[in-house]
T-cell receptor
Framework: SQTIHQWPATLVQPVGSPLSLECTVE??????LYWYRQAAGRGLQLLFY??????ISSEVPQNLSASRPQDRQFILSSKKLLLSDSGFYLC?????????FGPGTRLTVL | DAKTTQPPSMDCAEGRAANLPCNHS???????VYWYRQIHSQGPQYIIH???NNETNEMASLIITEDRKSSTLILPHATLRDTAVYYC?????????????FGTGTRLTIIP
């Protein structure tokens, strides 16, 4: 069966520091991959999606970037974090007509 | 993408059927209706989805009106573990690049 992993589970970072969140999927090949962010008390906001290695589409212009160096690996990065980057970051994958979410990373920027 | 309207909160007694409504009056012909739920501090969990016909799986039933402008998610025998925020989403697929827009959902509380 397919599983999706995210790490770290929680992260506290100072303003201006870099960020790297990793997501990996097991048990499937060539999945579509997604990064979402959920601010406290809000709905999910789609940040990036990828249909293949090296193919990234950005939904919201901001100081975040994404990369897909391998088929089942999706990385969310930032060179300098802002306070507004705090939130719950979720990775998701899909292979047919449904998205499945990972456990998420809770990021607090101080 | 079509937008959805859900009540912000609902209560349901344990053991009873929970019926969660969703309005999506601007849904287009090729858009699906999806339901997810999110338990506090966890990633959203897929529940069910459908296009036109009613659907049932081991978790829930999805009833879509004939005009597709509204739907109802039914949890047949609610348990305390069903307490969560439930999201009704409409979205469509093209070239595999589906986009699902999550709103603020319905906070369902199961009461013992």
């Amino acid at each position: 069966s397919q599983t999706i992993h995210q790490w770290p589970a929680t992260l506290v970072q100072p303003v201006g520091s870099p960020l790297s969140l990793e997501c990996t999927v097991e048990g499937t090949s060539n999945p579509n991959l997604y990064w979402y962010r959920q601010a406290a008390g809000r709905g999910l906001q789609l940040l990036f999606y990828s249909v293949g290695i090296g193919q990234i589409s950005s939904e919201v212009p901001q100081n975040l970037s994404a990369s897909r160096p391998q088929d089942r690996q999706f990385i969310l990065s930032s060179k300098k974090l802002l306070l507004s980057d705090s939130g719950f970051y979720l990775c998701a994958w899909s292979a047919r007509d449904t998205q499945y979410f990972g456990p998420g990373t809770r990021l607090t920027v101080l | 993408d079509a937008k959805t309207t859900q009540p912000p909160s609902m209560d349901c007694a344990e053991g009873r059927a929970a019926n969660l409504p969703c309005n999506h009056s601007t849904i287009s012909g090729n858009e699906y209706v999806y339901w997810y739920r999110q338990i506090h501090s966890q990633g959203p969990q897929y529940i069910i989805h459908g296009l036109k016909n009613n659907e049932t799986n081991e978790m829930a039933s999805l009833i879509i009106t004939e005009d597709r402008k509204s739907s109802t998610l039914i949890l047949p025998h609610a348990t305390l573990r069903d307490t969560a925020v439930y999201y009704c989403i409409v979205g469509y697929w093209w070239g595999g690049n589906e986009k699902l827009t999550f709103g603020t959902g319905t906070r369902l509380t199961i009461i013992p």
